[in-house]
């Protein structure tokens, strides 16, 4: 049974750069798979960040400006998530998940989630 | 790439079946078949329910189930249960290694 742990921290600055972590327990990240990231806004939809292969290639949301960066460290079982110049619009919950499927298309375990608020 | 189109609200009784609709383009919902659902409840994680056009996580009950036509998935509760009451997600391939999220939508089992 494969778990996902999110982490950083609940209060971020405006300008600033969000790191986040997600930790995965029950299966080694570099074996195979993919690793995505999505946020909800609160009291609105989930939204896709980005995804990353076991191979280190990424891929995000063409919506989203460029300020996303996903990385893998497998050394610790771990990927993470990096905004950057983040603004109160990045208050969100953050979610990780294990991304699988064909076409790397679906979600089929998820971390709980931490919110992240942009403020001064 | 625009989210998809989901209805804002949907609500049944107990026993009653419901249909949600996720209406995209031919670039990623009517393109692929790699649309999933996702069912959320208040203040926690969301749960792939359908995956790649008719296909179950284990767990999930035969209540739940899919169709695509044209640029449109649909997700249908039959049997309608109190528990079913949760926010609802649709997710489709968009190409390029892409994915897009409907808005959600809200069932309230009355």
């Known amino acids: 049974q494969v778990n996902l742990q999110e982490s950083g921290p609940g209060l971020v600055k405006p300008s600033e750069t969000l790191s986040l972590t997600c930790t995965v327990s029950?299966?080694?990240?570099?074996?195979?798979?993919?690793w995505g990231w999505i946020r909800q806004p609160p009291g609105k939809g989930l939204e896709w960040i980005g995804t990353i292969y076991h191979s280190g290639i990424t891929f995000y949301s063409p919506a989203l400006k460029g300020r996303f960066t996903i990385s893998l460290d497998t050394s610790k079982n771990q990927f993470s998530l990096k905004v950057s110049s983040v603004t109160a619009a990045d208050t969100a919950v953050f979610y990780c998940a294990r991304v699988t499927g064909a076409t790397v298309a679906f979600f089929d375990n998820w971390g709980q989630g931490t919110l992240v608020t942009v403020s001064s | 790439q625009s989210a998809l189109t989901q209805p804002r609200s949907v609500s049944g009784s107990p026993g009653q079946s419901v249909t949600i609709s996720c209406t995209g383009t031919?670039?990623?919902?009517?393109?692929?078949?790699?649309v999933s659902w996702y069912q959320q409840h208040p203040g926690k994680a969301p749960k792939l329910i359908i995956y790649d056009l008719h296909h179950r996580p284990s767990g999930v009950p035969d209540r739940f189930s899919d169709s695509k036509s044209g640029n449109t998935a649909s997700l249908t509760i039959s049997g309608l249960q109190a528990e079913d009451e949760a926010d609802y997600y649709c997710c489709s391939y968009a190409g390029s290694n892409t994915l897009v999220f409907g808005g959600g939508t809200k069932l309230t089992v009355l």
């Open positions: 029950g299966y080694s990240i570099s074996t195979g798979y993919s």
């Open positions: 031919s670039s990623d919902v009517g393109g692929y078949n790699s």
